[in-house]
């Protein structure tokens, strides 16, 4: 089975560095993607990362770990519009085939 | 103008009633998708089509029907719809020509059953 795991919720400061983190056991491994999504709005493509390591753009990088299934996204220097839910998802299979989503992080950036 | 289009925004219908949902696109992607999200649950794949005529089952199937009318066209319907499929419904797309890409969503669908 996928099983794609994510911290529900976080709080962090404006200005500040947050941290989310995302693990991930699935039956194969084409790819990690980042998607942010404001209440009630689509979800918005972030990042993308399929090899091991960091890939930066601008205030948003991501970082991935095959070996441990594990990824997280960095977002510095925070500010209040990036309160927003943050998804991690996994494409398991070659082929462009369908994302795996987790449940998601809700980020709430306060003053 | 959107590149994923779903129509209605919102709709209210009642039990076992038949609805439909559409979506459009005018990116030119092949591939399309229709994901609901619950709060609590995340995306979750219903249906997707790699391209016209070709139909696969996501992992919360039941109680849901596709077709995929052309490339651009993408519609999902409920035969009988029940109060569990209140739920924000996502159509997504994506193009498998160059290799490993992201999904593009359009705008959603509110759908409550009553």
């Known amino acids: 089975g996928q099983n794609i795991d994510q911290p529900t919720e976080m709080t962090a400061t404006e200005g500040a560095i947050v941290q989310i983190n995302c693990t991930y056991q699935?039956?194969?491994?084409?790819?990690l993607f980042w998607y942010q999504q404001h209440a009630g709005e689509a979800p918005t493509f972030l990042s993308y990362?399929?090899?091991?390591g960091l890939e930066e753009k601008g205030r948003f990088s991501s970082f991935l770990s095959r070996s441990k299934g594990y990824s997280y996204l960095l977002l510095k220097e925070l500010q209040m519009k990036d309160s927003a839910s943050y998804l991690c998802a996994v494409r398991d299979r070659g082929g462009n085939t369908p994302l795996v989503f987790g449940k998601g992080t809700r980020l709430s950036v306060i003053a | 103008d959107a590149d994923v289009t779903q129509t209605p925004r919102n709709r209210i219908t009642k039990t076992g009633k038949r609805i439909m949902l559409e979506c459009s696109q005018t990116k030119g992607h092949d591939r399309m998708y229709w994901y609901r999200q619950d709060p609590g649950l995340g995306l979750r794949l219903i249906y997707y089509s790699f391209d016209v005529k070709d139909i696969n089952k996501g992992e919360i199937s039941d109680g849901y029907s596709v077709s995929r009318q052309a490339q651009a066209k993408f519609s999902l319907s409920l035969e009988s719809a029940i109060p569990n499929q209140t739920a924000l419904y996502f159509c997504a797309t994506s193009d498998s020509r160059w290799g490993n890409t992201e999904a593009f969503f359009g705008q959603g669908t509110r759908l409550t059953v009553v």
């Open positions: 990362n399929v090899l091991d």
């Open positions: 699935t039956s194969g491994f084409n790819g």
